[in-house]
């Protein structure tokens, strides 16, 4: 197969193409404009691999978008390029409307025009993959507001996005899904729970505060921490997508989570435990968090019903929240370079470079 991955310089992009290049034969173009969050760094590992390359294109750029896909003939397309940071889209939303959906039907309608054009079995074939997020069903009741069971997000639940962040990913799965049916462009849809693994930004919970605990600095939570989120490693969640993309009927929708429901404060102790053990010091990690005003908006509970990838596509996860974070927290301490290199901004200009260079 030759799939299209968007986004493919990001946390997720770059663990899926890890992941294909790594246990399948497939090959993989990675187009990903390189905004602050695209990191070739964390492609090091098959950069040089024959079934790689890169395109440093803008998913709003129709005319480069359509001649990639001419040129490479995807059988299909992994769309996770987006802007993530639901605190980025509280300041500044406007980069999120133009790339979360001004961007996902710029690719929608390159992909539909490439797909227009092939023939038999190749036209059947072809799969436009959406990759969003649980954000889009806003939240559920938190246990300390009900005595009653807790629910959890199913492919069913209604949309309900709060921040503009979750809109804007609420906002695109609408238009993946419009073009399915009005289009009959062959689509499938994964929402998924917050992810967690190597590589990940260091403006995200985790590692954020896995750095500021290293360097002795605060630990910031929101409000009282007690916020719910379903964690999953991200390893888990490549693989998950890649069931999907070569296994998901067209037109449905699969939810995908690990089952592992943390209030905030919980994560933030149990890295600090974890860093204790690893880089004991004279005081205990824990002793820097400090509580900071809430944000505003701030979802109290997710939580996915991951029983459809289950027991249609056989997946689950293999890491379970207390291996999966062991194995990050040690992964942030064997990568200090990839750290610093962001810290210090270097990943950015190895990229210009890139530029200069053509
Ligand atoms: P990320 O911010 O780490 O990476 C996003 C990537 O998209 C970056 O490499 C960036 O350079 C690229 N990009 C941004 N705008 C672009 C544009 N206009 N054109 C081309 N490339 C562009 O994000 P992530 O955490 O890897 O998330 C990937 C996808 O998965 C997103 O669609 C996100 O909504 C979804 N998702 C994320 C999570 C999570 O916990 N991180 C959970 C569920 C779903």
Redesign the pocket.
């Given at each position: 197969m030759n799939i299209v991955v968007?986004?493919?310089?990001?946390?997720?992009?770059s663990a899926v193409i890890r992941f294909i290049i790594e246990h399948t034969q497939n090959r993989v173009l990675n187009?990903?404009?390189?905004?602050y969050?695209?990191?070739l760094e964390s492609l090091k590992d098959v950069e040089k691999n024959e079934r790689y390359s890169f395109a440093q294109?803008?998913?709003?750029n129709c005319e480069k978008i359509e001649q990639l896909f001419q040129e490479f003939k995807p059988d299909a397309v992994m769309h996770?390029?987006?802007?993530?940071?639901v605190d980025r889209s509280i300041t500044g939303p406007a980069e999120f409307i133009?790339?979360n959906i001004v961007?996902t039907y710029t690719l929608l309608e390159a992909a539909r025009k490439y797909w227009l054009g092939l023939e038999g079995n190749a036209k059947e074939e072809f799969i436009f993959h959406h990759?969003?997020?649980?954000e889009v069903y806003g939240d559920l009741p938190h246990p300390s507001e009900t005595s009653e069971e807790l629910p959890l997000f199913t492919e069913e639940t209604p949309y309900a996005p709060s921040s503009p962040y979750s809109a804007s990913?609420a906002s695109s799965d609408h238009l993946v899904r419009a073009w399915q049916r009005t289009y009959g462009l062959p689509t499938v849809i994964t929402n998924?729970?917050?992810?967690y693994g190597p590589y990940h930004?260091p403006e995200?919970l985790i590692p954020l505060v896995i750095l500021n605990a290293l360097e002795g600095k605060e630990l910031p939570i929101y409000g009282q921490g007690d916020q719910i989120r379903d964690w999953l490693f991200v390893e888990d969640h490549a693989r998950a997508l890649y069931k999907v993309v070569t296994e998901g009927v067209n037109g449905e929708t699969y939810n995908i989570g690990g089952h592992n429901e943390k209030q905030n404060i919980e994560v933030v102790r149990a890295i600090c435990d974890l860093l204790d053990e690893f880089r004991p010091k004279e005081t205990k990690y824990s002793e820097q968090i400090v509580h900071v005003s809430d944000r505003p908006g701030h979802d109290r509970r997710y939580a996915i019903d991951a029983s459809k990838m289950a027991e249609e596509l056989s997946w689950k996860p293999l890491e379970s929240f207390e291996t999966g974070l062991r194995k990050t927290v040690l992964w942030y301490l064997e990568n200090q370079v990839w750290c610093e290199n962001i810290q210090d901004g270097s990943y950015q200009r190895e990229r210009l470079g890139i530029l200069e260079n053509g």
């Open positions: 968007t986004g493919g310089a990001g946390f997720i992009g187009v990903d404009k390189l905004t969050a695209g990191n294109v803008d998913i709003c996770l390029a987006a802007e993530s940071h133009q790339t961007g990759i969003s997020t649980d990913k998924c729970s917050n992810n930004f995200k």
